[in-house]
């Protein structure tokens, strides 16, 4: 495994990301953009939908921009994530790891590892209900920073998503939320009244705690 240093990015790699929007809204690509880049050398993304083979049988890359086997690798055992060379991961777990158990002990070992950014894509996968969070995934949240550990989780129903994600969360890319109660959870967290009107496709609100207000921003893809 690669030496994990500190430099002068640890603070944006230790933060706290909330991606909120619906099926096709952008908020997976701009978090697969964000996290290519070298501001983000050790990220581990968790893949609980089976993402990486929809890209495979379709002949596409696990990761846009990045080369398999170079700049990343893709682990299906929790056992086998030591084992990576490549600066970042995509841990696919197989359905037998796809329970409770694993993924806390998937967290501990981020917590234990440290100086990392982990890429959930779709959180209600790890957390099934609003009123229950895994030890180690909320150790993650509450003093991960000191550790260098940062989340990028993403979601389609924040109101689904525990509190106290949320309210460690400081930095928000919001898409569209066609429901009034996923919409209204991110205002009241944040106290920001912007978040109540729905961006047009492909828009989102941006807003990091420390703002004056949320700015509405547009995903743009290199190349264009």
């Not at 953009?33 to 070298?38: S, W």
């Not at 056992?79 to 777990?93: C, E, G, H």
């Not at 959180?123 to 993650?140: N, Q």
Request: aromatic letters at 12%; a neutral charge; one cysteine or more.
């Amino acid at each position: 495994m690669p030496k994990q240093t500190k430099n002068s990015q640890e603070n944006e790699r230790g933060d706290h990301c909330f991606i909120a929007g619906g099926t096709g809204s952008g908020k997976s690509a701009l978090v697969e953009v964000y996290l290519a880049g070298r501001n983000f050398p050790f990220v581990v993304k968790i893949d609980t939908k089976g993402e990486i083979f929809e890209r495979k049988a379709a002949g596409l890359p696990a990761w846009k921009g990045l080369t398999e086997g170079e700049d990343y690798e893709i682990v299906y055992h929790l056992k086998d994530l030591d084992k990576v060379q490549a600066p970042k991961i995509i841990y696919a777990p197989d359905f037998d790891e796809q329970e409770e158990e694993y993924y806390n002990a998937f967290f501990k070992w981020v917590y234990e590892r440290e100086n990392t950014t982990v890429w959930i894509d779709e959180l209600m996968s790890i957390t099934d209900s609003p009123h229950r969070i895994s030890r180690f995934l909320k150790a993650c949240y509450t003093r991960g920073r000191s550790k260098g550990i940062g989340i990028w989780a993403l979601s389609q129903r924040p109101s689904e998503i525990p509190n106290i994600i949320l309210a460690n969360t400081n930095t928000f890319f919001i898409f569209t939320l066609n429901l009034e109660p996923d919409r209204l959870k991110i205002t009241k967290i944040t106290d920001q009244k912007e978040f109540m009107t729905k961006p047009q496709k492909y828009h989102f609100w941006f807003f990091k705690l420390g703002n004056n207000k949320p700015i509405l921003a547009t995903l743009k893809m290199r190349g264009e």
